[in-house]
Every structure is written in structure tokens, then in C-alpha cells.
């Protein structure tokens, strides 16, 4: 597996000797291994929405209907690789000011994160 990145939040891709995909991430100079083979059905939980306002700030938008329902195996695990991958997105996605749109309208309830996961995300996020 891919043992460094670069100091602006890219990631590194590998393949481990257990045939998963790994990505090594740099977030508040300490180094995390995102297992991307598990989260690949969630990827779509955090996308680009356009950009906002003179500056072209992006806006971001965390879509929480495609998050893993609450009673799936390692849900836990699921939702910690998830929440490291959102916050190395936002750091490969944006440079300057940006907006985060959160929705969860129509959302099953089982599939809404926890406001200790969100508060955990917002707490991670450096800007």
C-alpha cells in the first residue's frame, strides 16, 4: 500500500496485498488510509454543484440519500472511511471560500448520519 501523499490533502491510490483499493490522505497534518473499495457504492454522497458569487467559489453538495443505512454490516467502518473521504474531497475540490449544501429531504432516517458524525466533519474541515 501507498505509505506517503502530498501536504495539500491529495491522496495517493494503491492496491494492498489483500487485492483492496487504499488511499493515503494527509488531513491536519496526520496521514489516514481511506479503504476506497468499501465506500465505492457511497461516492456519490458529496459532488460539485456549480460555483457562487464573483470569486467562482464553489459550492459543494453532501447528498445524504446516498449514505449507507444505519443496519448494514460495519456500518461504523463505513461511515469513518465516508467521513475521511468528504473531508480530503473538500480539500482536492476547493481553494478558496466555498459553500457546503447539506440535504436530506426524502431521506430515510436510517440513512441520515448522526449530528456527532456532521459535527465531527465541520470540526475536521480547516477553513
Known amino acids: ?3 506517503d501523499s ?3 490533502g491529495e491522496g495517493v491510490d494503491g492496491t494492498g496485498v489483500n487485492g483492496r483499493l487504499w488511499r493515503t490522505v ?3 497534518e496526520q496521514e489516514h488510509r481511506i479503504d476506497m473499495q468499501v465506500i465505492r457504492p457511497y461516492l456519490r454522497v458529496i459532488s460539485h454543484g456549480g460555483y457562487y458569487g464573483e470569486g467562482l467559489n464553489a459550492i459543494i453538495v453532501f447528498t445524504a440519500c446516498y449514505l449507507p443505512d444505519s443496519s ?3 456500518y461504523h467502518y463505513l461511515m469513518e472511511n465516508l467521513f475521511l473521504y468528504v473531508v ?3 480539500e482536492m475540490l476547493v481553494a478558496e471560500d466555498y459553500l ?3 440535504m ?3 431521506t430515510p432516517r436510517s440513512k441520515m448520519p448522526g449530528i456527532s458524525w456532521l459535527k465531527k466533519c465541520y470540526q475536521m474541515i480547516d477553513r
Open 1 to 3: 500500500p501507498p505509505a
Open 72 to 74: 448494514c454490516p460495519d
Open 104 to 106: 436530506n429531504g426524502g
Open 26 to 28: 494527509i488531513i491536519g
Open 88 to 90: 480530503s474531497s473538500l
Open 6 to 8: 502530498d501536504a495539500d
Open 100 to 102: 457546503i449544501i447539506y
